[in-house]
């Protein structure tokens, strides 16, 4: 009888025990779990980088003067030769015209000595035009005298100044031109004389031509006109730069890589630009060139990788920052799995695999990595549950309750 009362002390203990197991003991904590599964992988190294136009030719002024008007603004699609702006020339047209004269002298001079051979008539012309250019000369330099004496008196600019000195250079070039006739007139037959006349009055008209050619300020390329803020009236000095022009249809992105992320990129790599102002659409390439060395950029230290990317439409425009994508390795139908469930223990790579209700330890080997997966080599199998990151210390053997996360 004292031993069934024992034993029946003994089994309602048991239950006592049993109820406070299942129902008093704390629940076993939650932890989120994803699934290992086939899928595609993409590396990508993410960064941002600035727009350059791939071919740049400047935009200089030829020749000094004011500007008389222009023809386009910053930022137009101009092509090769198109004239962007046009200085004041007051001299070229009266150069030509000068010239034009003084060719069809030479010719009537020829045409007179093929009739008569006579050199009297020839030597009182040039005396009239030796006197005409000595005038023309003092009178040219009497003015830049009286332009200088202004300046001096800060009531002329120094670009009047300039124009005045090139009135006096071409008068003196005139006076030149007359007094290498004159002794040419040496040759008894003057048929020296008359072929020098023509020479320096062809001379002297492809000047005028070219005096002309300076005051047109044209495209040197077809493309896109950058910083380019000439106004008319503005005064410009010869071979002063005055904007660019770039190829638009490619373009030249600078992209900055962090150090650490160098090793991942290589020549040949695509590259997908996105830019903020235009968020509905990308532009793709390739990498072009490595960077040759380290620089601080910021906080950064990075490398800059140059990268040609295709602008047919011309949107993407010279000196937007935007963001690039270098797209490192791509996989297809491979293991993979959440980053963060990844983590090294004792050394080595691996994941807590949820096995039941318990957790075990599984070593694994890795491979490419995209912002959010891993790609899993060896250790997994497709449909293994495994524990993401959570701020609480796991064990082995360690009972959870799985909440599936995705």
Not at 256 to 273: A, Q, S, T
Request: with cysteine; aromatic share 4%; glycine share 8%.
């Amino acid at each position: 009888m004292r031993l069934k009362h024992w034993l029946g002390l003994g089994a309602f203990a048991l239950v006592g025990v049993a109820i406070w197991y299942w129902v008093v003991r704390p629940a076993p904590p939650s932890i989120p779990v994803a699934q290992a599964k086939q899928g595609s992988l993409r590396s990508i190294v993410g960064t941002n980088g600035q727009v350059e136009p791939l071919q740049m030719a400047e935009v200089r002024a030829e020749g000094s003067g004011r500007i008389e008007k222009v023809l386009v603004s910053q930022g137009d699609l101009v092509k090769q030769g198109q004239l962007l702006a046009q200085l004041s020339d007051p001299l070229s047209a009266g150069l030509a015209k000068e010239a034009e004269a003084a060719l069809q002298a030479a010719r009537g001079r020829e045409a007179y000595l093929q009739e008569f051979g006579a050199s009297a008539l020839r030597r009182r012309e040039l005396a009239g035009q030796l006197q005409e250019a000595q005038q023309r000369l003092a009178n040219a330099s009497r003015d830049v005298e009286a332009a200088q004496r202004l300046q001096n008196a800060q009531a002329a600019t120094a670009q009047e100044v300039e124009l005045e000195k090139r009135k006096q250079e071409q008068a003196a070039a005139s006076l030149k031109a007359v007094e290498d006739q004159i002794a040419a007139m040496r040759d008894p037959s003057e048929t020296g004389d008359v072929a020098l006349s023509a020479a320096r009055a062809n001379a002297q008209k492809a000047a005028a031509r070219q005096t002309a050619a300076s005051a047109r300020i044209t495209s040197p390329i077809a493309g896109t006109l950058y910083d380019f803020s000439v106004k008319a009236g503005g005064w410009v000095q010869s071979g002063e730069l005055l904007g660019k022009v770039g190829d638009a249809s490619s373009v030249r992105v600078r992209v900055y890589v962090d150090e650490p992320e160098l090793g991942r990129v290589k020549e040949g790599l695509p590259v997908v630009i996105q830019w903020d102002a235009r968020p509905d659409a990308e532009w793709k390439g390739t990498i072009e060139q490595l960077p040759t060395r380290i620089q601080a950029f910021g906080t950064r230290q990075v490398g800059e990788v140059l990268c040609r990317i295709e602008n047919p439409s011309g949107d993407l425009i010279a000196g937007a920052n935007v963001n690039a994508e270098i797209i490192s390795a791509e996989r297809s139908a491979v293991l993979i799995v959440p980053k963060q469930s990844v983590r090294r223990r004792l050394g080595e790579e691996g994941v807590w695999k949820v096995v039941g209700s318990r957790l075990r330890w599984q070593p694994v080997k890795t491979g490419i990595s995209s912002v959010t997966d891993i790609e899993i080599l060896s250790g997994l199998s497709d449909g293994d549950r495994i524990a993401l990151l959570v701020d609480r210390e796991l064990s082995e053997g360690m009972e959870v309750q799985a909440v599936t996360a995705r």
